[in-house]
Nanobody
Framework: QVQLEESGGGLVQAGGSLKLTCSGS????????MGWYRQAPGKQRELVAT???????NYAESVKGRFIISRTTNWSAIFLQMNNLKPEDTAVYYC?????????WGQGTQVTVSS
């Protein structure tokens, strides 16, 4: 069973930066896709960014040019560098892991951006 734990959330002013970390354990495969999703109050969970084993990155349009997803070479962790944060980025951010039909999620970390 893959276990994921997020950290790095917090309160930041608009225009500031935060870096989220997702630490994984339990046999993470390089054939998987890992990523970040977020859920704001009253809204559905949405994709933020994903990264494949080959390093292919995919971003939501709303974060392109501001957020960067990266990973360690052994897949023990992925990161989300968030720059120029906006109040609309406020949400709980979740780390995800997918390989074929298997899926795992972290518990989430709160990011709050004040205006």
């Amino acid at each position: 069973q893959v276990q994921l734990e997020e950290s790095g959330g917090g309160l930041v002013q608009a225009g500031g930066s935060l870096k989220l970390t997702c630490s994984g354990s339990g046999g993470i495969s390089s054939l998987s896709v890992m990523g970040w999703y977020r859920q704001a109050p009253g809204k559905q969970r949405e994709l933020v960014a994903t990264i494949t084993g080959r390093g292919t990155r995919n971003y939501a349009e709303s974060v392109k040019g501001r957020f960067i997803i990266s990973r360690t070479t052994n897949w023990s962790a992925i990161f989300l560098q968030m720059n120029n944060l906006k109040p609309e980025d406020t949400a709980v951010y979740y780390c995800s892991y997918r390989r074929q039909t298997y899926e795992s999620w972290g518990q989430g970390t709160q990011v709050t951006v004040s205006s």
